[in-house]
């Protein structure tokens, strides 16, 4: 019993020392790309290189780490999202969080892509993300919400495309303005028949 409530202290500061190492490493890779140093990490983190190395056997498990620390941010908005009694609303407000968080952490983006983790990121966004959005999009189109001419699987390009304004001039919030105008077109009451995709 003495030796778990002494542990206990050592548990948590091996946590905060991890959340540390992921948020310096998330700071400098944004910065500096994947050429920065393991030293630079630790040193921004406030760690020795020793307990870097202990906790980080390499730059690839820190891109890792740092992958699921974003999408660990979102998957409580989602699963919100997902609960929501009225899904158009569920499916606005988890299509927002995604896209806040990836206008937020563009150059954690350009570093997955940098460090060949870009199928890695595909496949967590699909599973953790994605999954669940397109269960609000079909029950949003179920209850008459949303057009019933699209797919499920076409959500990620409608993403895609409202994503890519956040690139475009610096302004992070450009995606909120055009989230908005395909949000109206989306839920347009007689809308204009789609050619066949």
Not at 54 to 70: G, N
């Amino acid at each position: 019993m003495a030796t778990t409530t002494g542990e206990r202290p050592l548990r948590a500061d091996a946590q905060r020392n991890h959340e540390r190492i992921v948020a310096a490493a998330g700071d400098a890779f944004a910065e500096q790309g994947l050429e920065v140093s393991m030293e630079e990490i630790a040193r921004r983190a406030g760690v020795g290189l020793a307990t870097l190395y202990r906790r980080f056997a390499s730059k690839q498990e820190l891109v890792r780490a740092i992958l699921d620390a974003r999408l660990g941010e979102l998957e409580p908005t989602i699963a919100a999202a997902a609960a929501a009694s009225d899904p158009w609303e569920g499916l606005l407000a988890g299509i927002r969080a995604l896209l806040d968080l990836q206008a937020r952490n563009m150059a954690c983006v350009q570093v997955l892509a940098q460090a060949g983790e870009l199928a890695l990121l595909k496949r967590e966004l699909s599973e953790r993300v994605f999954d669940p959005l397109c269960g609000l999009f079909a029950r949003a189109q179920a209850s008459g919400q949303l057009r019933a001419d699209l797919e499920p699987r076409e959500l990620h390009l409608l993403i895609r495309m409202v994503a890519t304004t956040s690139a475009h001039g610096g302004h992070h919030s450009n995606w909120d303005r055009y989230l908005t105008l395909l949000a109206d077109a989306l839920r347009t009451p007689e809308p204009t028949a789609l050619p066949p995709l």
